[in-house]
């Protein structure tokens, strides 16, 4: 999973049918070493994430996984909202 | 999922029997920050995109997800037309 | 999907079981824009294409859903041979 | 598979659902050759992995295939912590 | 599917339940293009392949698909052991 932060919203009226109802939000990737550039990318979220939040996202197609019933068509979802990451080794951040 | 604009159709005559009926579009992602550098690709439309049009793409297996019944080999689907996106923090565009 | 161009023939007598049968080309993408430089990679198929063929390319586990039976270990599939692609906005070839 | 080094752990209280009582580490990939410049990640581990402990991670939606029930909305798992890697050609490290 | 040669082995001792019994591979992905640079990675082989034999490679969570019955945490599969790679167009090696 990746660490990133909720930058922004994302609105869109028209969409595949079974995707109505889901928020949509703009998340950046944080820098975990120095070689780190992702761009930034739309995940859904369920457990109430909000601008400014630091966040841990699954990405590819795990995220379709987020109900018991049938897959959706998404391929990030925020899995979690981070309290703390401790790294014990290297020169990272995060 | 990724945000881009469609610039192009693709016609395939002979396909896999089971993408019969399908439409293939050309989409260009957008930039979301100055790394971002990728390549158009193709992605399949069953909400009506068109030419110009800001869309949001879901890429790899998930897109196979897009009906019910049995998944398709298709690696990316035009999930939304996107009316807006708010940035609240940082200089990206989009 | 990615667009290539066939540019070879691979043959493994030694294979998975569920593979036997199966035509694995080798196919070169082809740049949709200037920062393409992806390398060749191995495809399964299924319609026909040869060697030159202008090809749409599924990647990823999606293309494990080539029959409608169990999936297949494969991760790239030809999906439709390109008769044209038209590009409406940009500078790219295709 | 990749191979990494576990350096940190994640504490989110606010997760999905189905995620709860799942432990989240943070791995460092290990260099195979010189090119790679990977960043670090976030992991679930069941196995007892360790702040140190040279691991072998499974990444995207096999992840998922964690549970013999349902698949979960995770792309990285440790699946071993690895005792040695043998290299017998080429000067990578590992 | 890539294309690699094997180059080492994989020890781990303690490893998720069902992934024992499991031969871990180190392969090395062979140059299909002068811009290719990819970092050697961890497959698993079910088909005898040794140190130095060429191989075909499945990639992502189609390389879970290699039993018939429930999927495995693994994300990458020896499928193939190759003969010969017949290119003909371009300058690629292989």
């Known amino acids: ?5 909720v930058i922004g919203n994302v609105w869109a009226t028209r ?7 889901l928020k949509f939000l703009v998340v950046q990737p944080e820098l975990l070493n120095k070689s780190n550039n992702d761009s930034s990318f739309i995940a859904v979220d369920r457990i109430g994430a909000g601008i400014g939040d630091k966040v841990m996202v699954t990405q590819g197609s795990a ?28 020169g990272e951040n995060g």
């Not at 595949?16 to 109802?21: A, P």
């Open 15 to 21: 969409k595949e049918d079974n995707l109505r109802g």
């Open 63 to 90: 995220a379709a996984h987020m109900a018991s019933d049938t897959p959706l068509p998404i391929d990030a979802i925020i899995i979690g909202i981070i309290d703390s990451v401790d790294i014990e080794r290297g």
């Open 1 to 5: 999973m990746k660490i990133g932060t």
